[in-house]
């Protein structure tokens, strides 16, 4: 069993910074993928970052530049690292693990950003 913890949403003006983790706990090979996706009011959920076990990262065009993701491999932790904010980066943000082609869901965070 695969749980996922996420931390660090919440409100904040655009131009700020927010700084989610996730924390995976379980039956977890040590290959494997961690990202965040994000799905806002009335959109279908979308990728934001990944990043695998051996460091590789990518990005979705729209937050390249602003957000940075990183993870300690030791913790099994996944952090997004989310500056310069925009009203447009309004969502759930979802934690991500994918181990031998298998999908794990976080339960979500909401990020708001005000214009």
């Known amino acids: 069993q695969v749980q996922l913890v996420e931390s660090g949403g919440g409100l904040v003006e655009a131009g700020g910074s927010l700084n989610l983790s996730c924390a995976a706990s379980?039956?977890?090979?040590?290959?494997?993928?961690m990202g965040w996706y994000r799905q806002a009011p009335g959109k279908q959920r979308e990728l934001v970052a990944t990043?695998?076990?051996?460091?590789?990262?990518n990005y979705a065009d729209s937050v390249k530049g602003r957000f940075t993701i990183s993870r300690d491999n030791a913790k099994n932790t996944v952090f997004l690292q989310m500056n310069s904010l925009k009203p447009e980066d309004t969502a759930v943000y979802y934690c991500?693990?994918?181990?031998?082609?298998?999908?794990?869901w976080g339960q979500g965070t909401q990020v708001t950003v005000s214009s």
């Open positions: 379980g039956s977890i090979s040590r290959f494997n993928r």
């Open positions: 991500n693990l994918v181990v031998t082609a298998v999908y794990h």
């Open positions: 990043i695998s076990s051996g460091g590789f990262t």
